[in-house]
């Protein structure tokens, strides 16, 4: 069974400053690994996804996310944060050989101007 | 483009009620998902369907039941209905291949008196 661990609970930022979040999974086969966003009162939203290939992958509106094999990591990281970036953010694994979606407990990140 | 529909949005239950949560989608999706949402715990997964006329047990599955009455609906029922299932419910589907992103319904925000 695979699992996920986010070492952060809350990230308080100032506007304009990088932040970075951390994911660490847990599987005994390969995984898929993903990044969802949640804005108060709403659902989650896909902010990136990693399947296979580039170890690097990116989002459209900034955000960018490594998947390292040996470190079991998936962090993700912006380099430059907005005030509309304050949200919570969860990520999740998949194991190639289960149906199940696994998340992490969340980040909670908190842009200061 | 719905994408995944839930009702109801909100609800207030007494202790030892009944009820159940609709889920459906038109996205063409075998999997199905049920999560609930607790502060500070991420989503659990309570019950996940692979595809028509299947489903399994997730990570808190006690106090719930599930239909997948079709490809495109997947309901939970709540028989007895207690204080601790207070939560915010939400639905997910994903496309037939594993390795995809799921995509969320708004949720279910039930409150247990």
């Known amino acids: 069974a695979q699992s996920v661990t986010q070492l952060d609970s809350q990230v308080p930022v100032f506007e304009e400053a990088p932040v970075e979040l951390r994911c660490n999974y847990s599987?005994?086969?390969?995984?898929?690994l993903f990044w969802y966003v949640q804005y108060p009162n709403q659902g989650l939203q896909l902010l990136l996804k990693?399947?296979?290939?580039?170890?690097l992958v990116e989002s459209i509106n900034g955000f960018e996310a490594e998947f390292n094999k040996s470190q079991t990591s998936f962090h993700l990281r912006k380099p430059s944060v907005h005030i509309s970036d304050t949200a919570e953010y969860f990520c999740?694994?998949?194991?190639?050989?289960?149906?199940?979606?696994?998340f992490g407990a969340g980040t909670t990140v908190t842009v200061r101007a | 483009n719905a994408g995944v529909t839930q009702t109801p949005k909100f609800q207030v239950l007494k202790t030892g009620q009944s009820m159940t949560l609709q889920c459906a989608q038109d996205?063409?999706?075998?999997?199905m998902y049920w999560y609930r949402q607790d502060p500070g715990m991420g989503l659990r997964l309570i019950y996940y369907?692979?595809?028509?006329?299947?489903?399994d047990k997730g990570e808190v599955p006690n106090g719930y039941n599930v239909s997948r009455l079709n490809k495109r609906e997947f309901s939970l029922r709540l028989e007895s209905a207690a204080p601790s299932q207070t939560s915010v419910y939400f639905c997910?589907?994903?496309?037939?291949?594993?390795?995809?992103?799921?995509?969320f319904g708004q949720g279910t925000r039930l409150t247990v008196v």
């Open positions: 599987s005994s086969v390969s995984v898929y």
């Open positions: 990693y399947l296979s290939g580039s170890t």
């Open positions: 369907s692979a595809s028509e006329g299947t489903t």
């Open positions: 999740a694994v998949s194991a190639s050989n289960d149906y199940k979606l696994s």
């Open positions: 997910a589907s994903r496309a037939d291949r594993i390795n995809t992103e799921a995509f």
């Open positions: 996205m063409n999706h075998n999997s």
